[in-house]
C-alpha cells in the first residue's frame, strides 16, 4: 500500500512539473528565454529525473516546490547566468509636482529640519539606553517633554546608505523597481511645491554612491535651493574624503538665516557623519570634545562619536532658538542604518537589530503638537508601535498638510510606509535590503520582520527566525524548532516573500544547483 501511494505521487509530480515547464514557456518573456536558448532540452530531462525523486513528503514541502514562479526561477538561475532572473536598473524620470496649497491654518504650518544620521544605533544612544552618549538630547527632552518624542522601535530599511538613503527621501521600499526610485518624487519636492526654501547640506561628495543621479530631478540638476557637499567646497576633506560635521552644521545654520531673508518657510536638510565606520575616524583626526555637558564623555571610540552628535544638535537647537525658529519648526532625526557594532557580521552583510534598529526622534512646536491633538489626538500611541525609515516622506507629506490633495493621495497610495502622525495602522511588514536596483552587492540576502515582532532573515542561503519581543539580541534561531513551518506567523512570513518579486528572487538564488530544492526552508 506504501509502495502503492509513493508511485502514485511520483506520477502526480511528473504531470505537475510538466504542467509548471508548460508554465514557463507560455508565460515567460521572451528575453530571458534566449537567454536560455539550448539549456531547455537538459531541463526536461532533469524534471523528469526529478519527478521520480522529488515526490511530496508533506504538504508544506509540495507547496512550496510547486509554486510555479518559484520553481521557474531557480530553474533560470539554476542553468544560467546569475542575474539573468530579471535585470532591475535605476532609471531617472522624476515625477514634476504641481503647485500645491497647504490645507493647515497657516498658524499650524512649520519648517521642518531633518537631521539625518549616519551608522548610529539605538542600543547607543542615551535616548534608547542607559549610554550617556546624549546628554544634551536628554535634558532638552526633559525640558520640553510635550514636544520632544522618541519613536521605541523604529527600523532602517538597509545597512548600505547608498541603498538606504533612497529609500529614505522617495518613502519606497527596498523591493521597488529601479525606474521607481527614478520616477517618485524626492522629499524636498513636497515642500517646494508649496514654495518652500529648500537645502540640502552633505559631508561627502554627491556623487558618492552615485546619490548626485538617485536623487536628481533630472539629469545634473537637484531639486533645492542650495546645495552644499565636500565636492562643492573650497577646502579640504577631514576624514574619509569627507567634511567634519563641525563644517556642515555651520553652514545649516548659515541658511537658517538665509530663509528668514526670503521671509518662507524652510524644508531642510543636514546629514552629520561622525559615527560612520564605528567612530574609527575620531582617531584619524584625532579629535577630542571638551565635554558640552555636566559629566565625562564615553571613553569608546564609537560612543564619543555619538556624543559629538549630540554636540552637533545642541548647536542646532541653539542656534534656532536663537533665530527665534523654534517656535515653529519640527525638527526630525533619523538615522540611515546603524553599526555592525562589531558584534556579528559586516554592516554590508548583516540584518540584525544592531544594524537594523535606529533611532527615530522629533521635536514639535506647540503650534503643531496643539493641532494634533485636536486632529489625531491617538497619534501618540505610535511611539510604542513599530516603524521604519519609509514612513519618513508619508510623514513630511502629512506634516506639510498636502495628504489630502489629489495628486498627493494618488502617490501616497504608492508609497511603502505611512506618517507617524497619522492614526492608520503600519503596514504588518516592514522589509530590508542591501542589494538592488540601487547598488549590487553579494552575497545577496533580506529580512522581513513582521508586526514589528518576528523576524526571518535569510543570510548567505541559511535562514533565521527571531521573536524580537522574547529574543531582542536575536541568540535563539526559532528555524531549528521542529514544526516550525507550521506556525502561522512563519506561514505569513513565507507568503510574502513568494508574493514578493525581489524576495522570491533572492530566496530562489539561495538553493544551489547541486542543493535538493525541497531541503529549502
Not at 539629469?219 to 552644499?228: A, P, Q, T
Not at 505610535?382 to 489629489?406: C, E, F, R, T, Y
Not at 514544526?483 to 507568503?495: D, E, G, L, S, V
Amino acid at each position: 500500500m506504501i509502495k502503492e501511494s509513493f508511485v502514485f505521487l511520483g506520477v502526480l509530480s511528473f504531470f505537475l512539473l510538466v504542467f509548471v515547464l508548460y508554465w514557463g514557456f507560455t508565460s515567460f518573456e521572451e528575453g530571458d528565454l534566449k537567454k536560455k536558448e539550448g539549456k531547455w532540452p537538459l531541463t526536461i530531462a532533469l524534471l523528469i529525473g526529478g519527478s521520480l525523486l522529488f515526490f511530496p513528503k508533506n504538504t508544506v514541502l509540495s507547496s512550496e516546490f510547486y509554486s510555479p514562479k518559484l520553481i521557474l526561477e531557480f530553474i533560470l538561475y539554476s542553468f544560467g547566468e546569475k542575474n539573468a532572473i530579471r535585470e532591475d536598473v535605476f532609471v531617472l524620470n522624476r515625477h514634476a509636482l504641481p503647485k500645491l496649497h497647504s490645507s493647515l491654518p497657516k498658524k499650524n504650518q512649520s519648517n521642518i529640519l531633518i537631521v539625518r544620521l549616519e551608522e548610529v544605533s539605538s542600543r547607543k544612544v542615551g535616548l534608547y539606553s542607559t549610554v550617556k552618549t546624549t546628554p544634551f538630547l536628554s535634558a532638552f527632552q526633559s525640558q520640553y517633554p510635550n514636544n520632544f518624542f522618541v519613536f521605541q522601535h523604529h527600523f532602517s530599511n538597509s545597512g548600505a546608505t547608498d541603498v538606504s538613503v533612497p529609500i529614505l527621501y522617495t518613502g519606497l521600499s527596498p523591493t521597488r523597481s529601479g525606474k521607481e526610485f527614478g520616477f517618485f518624487p524626492i522629499i524636498w519636492d513636497y515642500a517646494r511645491a508649496l514654495d518652500y526654501y529648500t537645502f540640502y547640506i552633505i559631508p561627502f561628495r554627491l556623487s558618492w554612491g552615485s546619490l548626485d543621479k538617485k536623487l536628481a530631478f533630472k539629469e545634473g540638476f537637484f531639486s533645492v535651493n542650495y546645495l552644499f557637499h565636500a565636492g562643492n567646497y573650497n577646502g579640504d576633506y577631514t576624514y574619509d574624503y569627507s567634511l567634519h560635521d563641525d563644517i556642515v552644521v555651520e553652514q545649516c545654520i548659515r541658511q537658517l538665516s538665509e530663509a528668514k531673508k526670503y521671509e518662507k518657510l524652510f524644508f531642510g536638510i543636514v546629514n552629520i557623519k561622525l559615527p560612520h565606520r564605528f567612530g574609527k575616524h575620531l582617531r584619524q583626526i584625532k579629535h577630542q570634545r571638551v565635554p558640552h555637558m555636566p559629566g565625562d564623555p564615553p571613553v569608546h571610540l564609537y560612543e564619543r562619536a555619538i556624543y559629538d552628535n549630540d554636540y552637533q544638535f545642541m548647536k542646532l537647537f541653539l542656534a534656532l532658538e536663537k533665530e527665534k525658529l523654534l517656535e515653529n519648526t519640527i525638527v526630525i532625526a533619523v538615522s540611515d542604518h546603524g553599526s555592525d557594532l562589531n558584534m556579528r557580521r559586516d554592516r554590508l552583510l548583516n540584518y540584525f537589530q544592531e544594524v537594523l534598529h535606529v533611532p527615530f526622534f522629533v521635536y514639535l512646536p506647540d503650534q503643531f503638537v496643539d493641532w494634533l491633538s485636536k486632529n489625531r489626538r491617538g497619534w501618540q500611541e505610535n511611539l510604542s508601535k513599530p516603524s521604519n525609515n519609509v514612513d519618513l516622506v508619508p510623514s513630511v507629506i502629512d506634516v506639510l498638510g498636502i495628504s489630502d490633495q489629489k495628486p498627493i493621495s494618488f502617490i501616497l497610495d504608492q508609497l511603502d510606509g505611512r506618517s507617524v502622525f497619522s492614526d492608520a495602522s503600519a503596514t504588518p511588514f516592514f522589509v530590508a535590503l542591501n542589494t538592488n536596483a540601487l547598488r549590487r552587492w553579494q552575497p545577496e540576502g533580506f529580512s522581513v520582520i513582521l508586526d514589528g515582532r518576528y523576524k526571518y532573515i535569510l543570510d548567505e542561503n541559511r535562514p533565521y527566525l527571531f521573536d524580537l519581543n522574547r529574543d531582542p539580541n536575536e541568540n535563539h534561531n526559532m528555524m531549528t524548532m521542529p514544526q516550525i513551518a507550521m506556525q502561522p506567523f512563519y506561514k505569513r512570513i513565507h507568503a510574502y516573500i513568494r508574493q514578493t518579486p525581489k524576495l522570491r528572487e533572492i530566496y530562489a538564488k539561495s538553493f544551489e544547483p547541486k542543493k535538493k530544492y525541497l531541503d529549502a526552508p
